[in-house]
Nanobody
Framework: QVQLVESGGGLVQPGVSLRLSCVAS????????MGWYRQAPGNQRELVAQ???????NYADSVKGRFTISRDNGKNTVYLQMNSLKPEDTAIYYC????????WGQGTQVIVSS
């Protein structure tokens, strides 16, 4: 079955960078449009970045210009480079396909605080 394993989160100060990784197994990864989603406390999960199987990217307005999504099909991995982090980026970050499967990985927590 499909497994999604996210990593790379942490507690950081505003303005710094983090790089998240997500390894997807049990699926034809290279054929999937993939996305990074996040869920902040008290909020619904939202899609913040997406990358098609052809490499076309798109971003939510809140992260545009600061976040970069990329993929390595040879490693079944999708990345999210997050620069200039803000407190409002605090959330649990998940990867999934687009549209998402019903199941989710455990996510990786990002806390941006001074």
């Amino acid at each position: 079955q499909v497994q999604l394993v996210e990593s790379g989160g942490g507690l950081v100060q505003p303005g710094v960078s983090l790089r998240l990784s997500c390894v997807a197994s049990g699926t034809f990864f290279s054929l999937r449009d993939m996305g990074w989603y996040r869920q902040a406390p008290g909020n619904q999960r939202e899609l913040v970045a997406q990358i098609t199987r052809g490499g076309t990217t798109n971003y939510a307005d809140s992260v545009k210009g600061r976040f970069t999504i990329s993929r390595d099909n040879g490693k079944n991995t999708v990345y999210l480079q997050m620069n200039s982090l803000k407190p409002e980026d605090t959330a649990i970050y998940y990867c999934n396909k687009i549209p998402p499967w019903e199941f989710w990985g455990q996510g990786t927590q990002v806390i941006v605080s001074s």
